[in-house]
């Protein structure tokens, strides 16, 4: 399984972007997946996650409301809509693959299997 993140870059405050993870090497409909970011020196964050057994997401409090997690699995692609952007949502996001998450698990980065390279996201004043 491969993973690949694209549709980071510069927005200012208040503006939106739309990320993208391709997803190849399996299919995309079994797999539970998440978005994570990472800023210098910290822990990678969970951000939001979908699970495939239920069809459930699940979100940071610090992005309710204002990220979206979707997935088309016929285009084997998933994204994360990123509305009303923060200085501090400012990381490098990466989107991640696992076949047995389960709720206890949606928001731990060790429980997934697969991972895509990262793409950067920057917010300006």
């Known amino acids: 399984v491969q993973l690949q993140a694209s549709g980071g870059g510069l927005v200012q405050a208040g503006g939106s972007l739309r990320l993208s993870c391709s997803f190849s090497g399996g299919t995309l409909r079994r797999y539970s997946t998440g978005w994570f970011r990472q800023t210098p020196g910290n822990e990678r964050e969970f951000v939001a996650a979908?699970?495939?057994?239920?069809?459930?997401?699940a979100y940071a409090d610090s992005v309710k409301g204002r990220f979206a997690m979707s997935r088309d699995n016929a285009k084997n692609t998933v994204y994360l809509q990123m509305n009303s952007l923060k200085i501090e949502d400012t990381a490098v996001y990466f989107c991640?693959?696992?076949?047995?998450?389960?709720?206890?698990?949606?928001?731990?980065?060790?429980?997934?299997?697969?991972w895509g390279q990262g793409t950067l996201v920057t917010v300006s004043s």
């Open positions: 979908f699970k495939w057994t239920d069809g459930s997401t």
């Open positions: 991640a693959a696992g076949t047995r998450i389960i709720t206890s698990t949606m928001g731990l980065p060790r429980h997934y299997d697969f």
